[in-house]
């Protein structure tokens, strides 16, 4: 019944689950505007797993356009020297201009300053816009290339070098953080994309994300693109047949195949989960077999001790009535060691007639019931104690009463009980029942000696390596009596065992 019971719950789980796999399998493949949370949720989830290839911030060294101006590519041709500006018309030129023009701008004012017609200029002059020379190099560059000291130089590069051109602190390898090298080795309009606050960027080998004014969370591109694929999502800058484009990318579901079951995480869980399963319905239909193999093999074992029983309890019967037939030829103490005999081959062939009946049908019950009417409980316990008169038992009842029960095996459970106490207690046994109420019986078997358990269960727990019956007689005591409906305690000091006990009532089976 119980594997019964496992295998519909065990289908049923299956179901289950096939149920949800095929939904996942036959759920939308195309993205559109309700995915937008999603795909922003992902962003946070990258951002929080991995760290970043570079992180960008613009704010620090370029807060105003004039500052991308020194990030922008150069499209001029970079002078190598100061003399390739300088020829005297130049120089006079500058000098007239100086005179005749009110305001002089900072092209001029550099002029003038290389023609010797200023003879310094001011700290603010390299620190303020514009930064870049029509030649293609910021003003704080070419002064630097003017210091002719090693010293002079450094100072220059720790004062001014945040307002040289990008590409000019790379040529000098002058103290660039990450991000000034990353932003160095990228494309004039990857420059741009970033300098107009593009909230997404793909490029060939990075993803973009945008954190903040002209911030930028930077990872591989190989990192980023696993990461979406493992939620579906295929991130590409082709927009042809786009489901949904977002900044500069393009994003689409991934179709469902093996390949992608098998990389999400709950597909895994899936699959473990059958294989677990799998497992557990091949151990337990392994151990099913097993045990029925050994049920059978037993079932065949007592088929045949039976069987071949019943030859030698029958001459032993044969033998008994041959001697019963003398008993008045034999000594008194004789005939009732022949009795007590003839009593215990009476009990051998009712056994072996009742695990015949029971190993020869598919009943499941342990036992097959004979419900008799027992008139006197006094005389029926009584008849148990002459088959120990070495041993002292004494029986209590103080108003007797009959019992509809089967008497064999209640026998069977009281002379368990009472080989227990001969091997392990002491005597006297005392045996006493009495009615409790209608239709309800007590016996109880009491010895003085004292029992190392304090209740049943520890006792059929432990095994009694020293028994005879190894250890098999309490446990076929405990079973007899459930499945008489009764129920059986045991208690200390003096070492008791209590039978409780309803009759049982079959009227096809009452014997008067």
Not at 245 to 267: D, E, F, G
């Amino acid at each position: 019944m119980k594997l019964e019971v496992f295998l519909f719950l065990f289908a049923l789980g299956l179901a289950f689950l096939s149920g949800n796999i095929s939904y996942f399998i036959h759920d939308d493949e195309t993205v559109d505007l309700n995915n937008i949370d999603e795909i922003q949720k992902l962003h946070y989830e990258l951002q929080e797993s991995m760290s970043p290839f570079v992180r960008i911030d613009l704010n620090n060294n370029y807060s105003t356009p004039a500052h991308f101006e020194l990030l922008k590519p150069l499209d001029y041709r970079i002078q190598k020297n100061k003399q390739l500006l300088l020829d005297s018309s130049q120089c006079i030129k500058s000098k007239i201009n100086q005179i005749s023009s009110k305001y002089v701008d900072k092209e001029a004012l550099w002029l003038a300053y290389l023609c010797d017609q200023v003879q310094m200029l001011p700290s603010s002059y390299f620190k303020s816009p514009p930064f870049m020379h029509p030649s293609g190099q910021s003003y704080a560059f070419m002064n630097y290339r003017l210091q002719t000291e090693r010293r002079a130089r450094i100072n220059w590069l720790e004062n001014y070098s945040r307002f040289m051109h990008l590409s000019e602190l790379s040529k000098l390898k002058w103290s660039q953080n990450k991000e000034q090298r990353f932003l160095n080795n990228q494309s004039p309009e990857l420059i741009g994309k970033i300098l107009q606050d593009e909230k997404l960027i793909l490029t060939k080998h990075y993803y973009y994300i945008n954190t903040g004014h002209l911030k930028y969370y930077v990872q591989t591109k190989e990192k980023a693109v696993r990461f979406f694929e493992r939620a579906r999502y295929i991130v590409t800058t082709n927009f042809k047949d786009c489901s949904l484009k977002v900044a500069t990318t393009c994003w689409s579901r991934q179709p469902h195949n093996l390949k992608s079951i098998l990389t999400q995480s709950s597909y895994m869980i899936f699959a473990v989960t059958i294989v677990i399963l799998f497992i557990t319905a091949k151990g337990l239909f392994s151990r099913f077999r097993i045990r029925r193999y050994e049920e059978e093999r037993k079932k065949h074992a007592l088929r045949l001790l039976t069987h071949e029983l019943r030859t030698p309890i029958a001459s032993l019967l044969l033998q008994v009535d041959q001697l019963n037939e003398r008993l008045s030829e034999l000594p008194e103490d004789m005939v009732d060691d022949i009795m007590r005999i003839e009593g215990q081959i009476y009990r051998l062939k009712h056994l072996a007639d009742r695990s015949q009946s029971y190993l020869q049908t598919n009943n499941k019950d342990f036992l097959n019931l004979n419900i008799e009417k027992i008139p006197s409980m006094t005389a029926y316990l009584d008849s148990i104690r002459t088959e120990y008169k070495d041993l002292e038992i004494n029986i209590n009842i103080n108003e007797d009463f009959s019992v509809l029960t089967d008497p064999y095996w209640i026998k069977i459970v009281i002379m368990n009980i009472i080989e227990n106490a001969k091997r392990y207690g002491k005597a006297p046994i005392q045996i006493s029942a009495k009615r409790k109420e209608t239709e309800c019986i007590e016996i109880n078997i009491t010895d003085q000696g004292e029992i190392p358990f304090s209740n049943l269960k520890s006792l059929l727990k432990n095994k009694h390596q020293n028994s005879k019956g190894l250890g098999l007689g309490m446990i076929i005591v405990t079973r007899i009596i459930k499945e008489l409906g009764g129920k059986l305690t045991l208690e200390n000091f003096p070492t008791t065992f209590k039978i409780e006990l309803k009759e049982v009532h079959n009227d096809q089976n009452i014997i008067s």
